[in-house]
């Protein structure tokens, strides 16, 4: 019998790349989302921080203060509000930036999805060659047998 040559995937290398590609995006992407977390609490504490201040300086100006005392509030209150919208604004950037990560992510999925159905349809047709290969063999030896048993009788 003549031996197939083995299968081999001319695109074995571009598969093994965007499988590390890949991997190394959903590192990034884990990141990504770490880094949003992170500041997603940012924000919660310094709302949670505005908040008892707030509660504070109602709770004062219900039972009197002066009016230094209320400028003062009203004065750490703004301070508060812009810190919360800059950590806002950052929350929002990190999110669009891990939106656009987990994009390269699902990109890079199919990229790679791509190739291995590539692969599979190769193989497949390969299987193919090596059993039309093994029957031509057989149909080969079965004839060749015939004509041996053919001459023997002769």
């Not at 201040?53 to 009203?74: C, L, P, S």
């Not at 599979?120 to 057989?138: H, M, N």
Request: hydrophobic residues 40%; proline residues 1%.
């Amino acid at each position: 019998m003549v031996p197939m040559k083995k299968f081999r995937f001319s695109m074995e290398t571009v598969l093994h790349y965007r499988e590390q590609l890949l991997d190394s995006l959903r590192i990034e992407h884990a990141a990504a989302i770490a880094r949003v977390r992170e500041q997603e609490a940012v924000v919660q504490t310094l709302q949670q921080q505005f908040d008892e201040v707030n509660a504070e300086y109602r709770d004062r100006k219900q039972q009197g203060m002066t009016i230094a005392d209320a400028v003062g509030y009203d004065l750490m209150l703004r301070v508060q509000e812009k810190e919360i919208e800059k950590a806002n604004d950052e929350l929002r950037a990190r999110k669009r930036a891990e939106e656009s990560k987990r994009k390269e992510v699902i990109h890079a999925k199919t990229d790679k999805a791509t190739i291995e159905k590539l692969k599979e349809k190769k193989y497949q047709l390969y299987q193919k060659a090596v059993q039309k290969s093994e029957e031509q063999f057989i149909d080969e030896f079965v004839s060749n047998a015939r004509v041996m048993a053919g001459a023997a009788i002769h």
